[in-house]
């Protein structure tokens, strides 16, 4: 007979990996969209280059994983932590389909941590918080895409400074070849920061039922995380490609250097400090700070607005939907 633990963890294990690999489709556009758009690379080719940067990017480091295993619910004494990581896991999976079926740039982090963070309270009340972890990383998620708005902004203010007297036509060529090494840089930095939060989640489920006895992250973890991702990833999320890369503003590869280093910036700098950030909001901030630097009017705000709303109603619907579920789960199980 199959232990129901051992049973748990090879669900939680795939519903983690789906979510990975969800995860790769549904943002891979937010890393590659103002390359494509450009014309800097073609689609192929992007989602190609996009696929392989993640998964280096994803076997780079393990803090942010870490951060997810530890800082938002204790794992070592987490009431029914199998029910409470595959509600989590089923909402987060159910919330990033829904948002990729209507194009919408949603947060598949705001998705995950909302879900989690739903599903706990609900099978043990709010005292399953970790709130000194879990407050740090909401307040990553909210300050991020403020910081990469403004440092899209300046970084294209300067560009505007040095390249003034630039012969514009000449200016984007160059500024196009440049692109693909900032489209590859921010498909890197992607890996670090995303792929890392499934393996958090897989890590919690091996402590939860007693596989693993530390928050360090196994190697086989990383690895199959890092391949999920990286299969998401090559099959691309165009309807996403089309809001990001043109719905916000028109983008020409000056402008998309600059978008695309300022997210990386941003993205690689949380990655360091191991806090998860929302590359999606991260990648969206950064380009509409870049418009508002080119020319205000030239941001599509309706858009933005949409996405705004879209990002506000992730980790209450997200937590509500993970509350459902785990009410479901436990009534069969």
Same mark, same amino acid.
Do not use: C
């Given at each position: 007979? $199959? ?112 879900? $989690? ?18 407050? @740090? ?26 390249? @003034? ?16 090494f900032t489209a590859a840089l921010q498909s890197y930095t992607h890996g670090t920061n995303d792929a890392q939060k499934s393996m958090g989640i897989i890590t919690m489920a091996l402590i939860a039922n007693n596989f693993h006895t530390t928050d360090d992250i196994p190697f086989w973890v990383q690895l199959a995380c890092a391949t999920a991702m990286a299969l998401g990833t090559s099959i691309g999320g165009w309807k996403i490609i089309k809001t990001v890369g043109g719905k916000i503003m028109k983008i020409r590869p000056v402008n998309g250097v600059a978008a695309d280093l300022s997210s990386a910036l941003i993205i690689f700098g949380a990655t360091y400090i191991h806090l ?23 941001? @599509? ?33």
């Open positions: 007979m $199959i232990d129901s633990f051992f049973l748990f963890t090879v669900i939680i294990v795939i519903l983690a990996l789906v979510f990975d690999f969800i995860n790769g489709f549904h943002d891979t556009a937010n890393a590659i969209a103002t390359a494509v758009s450009t014309k800097a690379l073609s689609p192929r080719i992007a989602i190609a280059m996009a696929a392989i940067m993640n998964f280096l990017g994803a076997l780079t480091f393990t803090g942010v994983a870490q951060t997810i295993t530890k800082d938002i619910v204790d794992p070592f004494t987490l009431d029914n932590g199998s029910l409470v990581l595959m509600a989590a896991l089923l909402s987060a999976i159910i919330w990033n389909l829904i948002t990729w079926y209507f194009g919408i740039p949603s947060s598949s982090s705001h998705a995950l941590i909302g879900s $989690i963070a739903g599903a706990a309270i609900i099978s043990a009340g709010f005292q399953a918080l970790k709130y000194g972890g879990f407050l @740090k990383i909401i307040e990553a998620l909210i300050l991020s895409p403020v910081i990469a708005f403004v440092v899209g902004y300046i970084i294209y203010s300067i560009f505007k400074i040095a390249f @003034k007297n630039w012969n514009l036509p000449k200016t984007n060529k160059r500024f196009r070849y440049f692109q693909i998860p950030v929302s590359t999606t909001h991260v990648i969206s901030s950064s380009i509409l700070g870049v418009g508002a630097s080119h020319r205000v009017r030239g941001v @599509k705000w309706d858009t933005a607005k949409r996405m705004l709303i879209t990002w506000v109603i992730t980790l209450p619907i997200s937590a509500l939907l993970a509350a459902f579920i785990y009410f479901i789960l436990d009534l069969f199980a």
